[in-house]
């Protein structure tokens, strides 16, 4: 049946068919990365925080140190910022926002392709539905003047394959960027909690400890 169907679509279904596969690793390749961060567990960094507040900056740093989400790692690059001299607090927090911004980009990753492909898709679709439809209108004129209607007929379903099949890609890539840049999204806003939680919190006395400790 496959066959049949890349047959009968021509090049635009064999370029769908490219677009499909590019689609799936990419999104096997995303389901595998933010499994492998563990996104989903966020209450070391409360573990954190209090430690930090307790003036403990070694035991913070190691809640975060066994874990491997953006939030993570952001938020014990905070903490070493927070316990480096020389730095003021504008400055501190520039460095932060800025290797914040570096992970999240990092979690988007891969992710304008899959928009890109969910876009093209159903554009390649109409494609190949528009150059079948010529095909089935030229076979058409060349039957002359007692065309057969079946000929149109059959014609015209078989262009509006690629149609249906650009269709059948883009909504599933679509729903698939869309509930990663959620989690992207859920990341972050974790993430910006996190660092207004710490610099409200009195931390002057807890950076001497870290600078002591490092």
Same mark, same amino acid.
């Given at each position: 049946?496959?066959?049949?169907?890349?047959?009968?679509?021509? +090049?635009?279904?064999?370029?769908?068919?490219?677009?499909?596969?590019?689609?799936?690793?990419?999104?096997?390749?995303?389901?595998?990365?933010?499994?492998?961060?563990?996104?989903?567990?966020?209450?070391?960094?409360?573990?954190?925080?209090?430690?930090?507040?307790?003036?403990?900056?070694?035991?913070?740093?190691?809640?975060?140190?066994?874990?491997?989400?953006?939030?993570?790692?952001?938020?014990?690059?905070?903490?070493?910022?927070? *316990?480096?001299? *020389?730095?003021?607090?504008?400055?501190?927090?520039?460095?932060?926002?800025?290797?914040?911004?570096?992970?999240?980009?990092?979690?988007?990753?891969?992710?304008?392709?899959?928009?890109?492909?969910?876009?093209?898709?159903?554009?390649?679709?109409?494609?190949?539905?528009?150059? *079948?439809?010529?095909?089935?209108?030229?076979?058409?004129?060349?039957?002359?003047?007692?065309?057969? +209607?079946?000929?149109?007929?059959?014609?015209?379903?078989?262009?509006?394959?690629?149609?249906?099949?650009?269709?059948?890609?883009?909504?599933?890539?679509?729903?698939?960027?869309?509930?990663?840049?959620?989690?992207?999204?859920?990341?972050?806003?974790?993430?910006?909690?996190?660092?207004?939680?710490?610099?409200?919190?009195?931390?002057?006395?807890?950076?001497?400890?870290?600078?002591?400790?490092?």
């Amino acid at each position: 049946m496959l066959t049949e169907w890349l047959r009968l679509g021509g +090049p635009a279904m064999w370029a769908l068919l490219l677009l499909s596969v590019a689609a799936t690793t990419l999104i096997i390749v995303k389901l595998w990365e933010f499994y492998e961060l563990r996104l989903h567990r966020q209450g070391y960094a409360a573990r954190s925080l209090d430690a930090w507040q307790r003036r403990q900056p070694e035991q913070a740093l190691a809640v975060l140190a066994a874990e491997s989400s953006p939030l993570a790692s952001v938020l014990g690059y905070a903490l070493r910022t927070l *316990g480096e001299s *020389g730095l003021d607090e504008v400055q501190q927090r520039e460095r932060i926002a800025q290797f914040a911004q570096a992970r999240l980009e990092a979690m988007r990753s891969f992710l304008r392709p899959l928009e890109l492909i969910a876009q093209l898709a159903p554009l390649l679709g109409l494609l190949g539905t528009v150059l *079948g439809m010529i095909d089935a209108f030229q076979a058409l004129q060349a039957a002359g003047a007692q065309p057969d +209607p079946g000929l149109l007929s059959g014609g015209i379903w078989q262009a509006l394959l690629t149609t249906a099949a650009g269709l059948v890609i883009a909504i599933p890539v679509m729903a698939a960027h869309v509930g990663f840049e959620r989690v992207v999204e859920r990341q972050q806003l974790a993430i910006e909690a996190a660092l207004t939680a710490l610099f409200t919190t009195p931390t002057a006395s807890a950076a001497a400890s870290a600078r002591h400790a490092a």
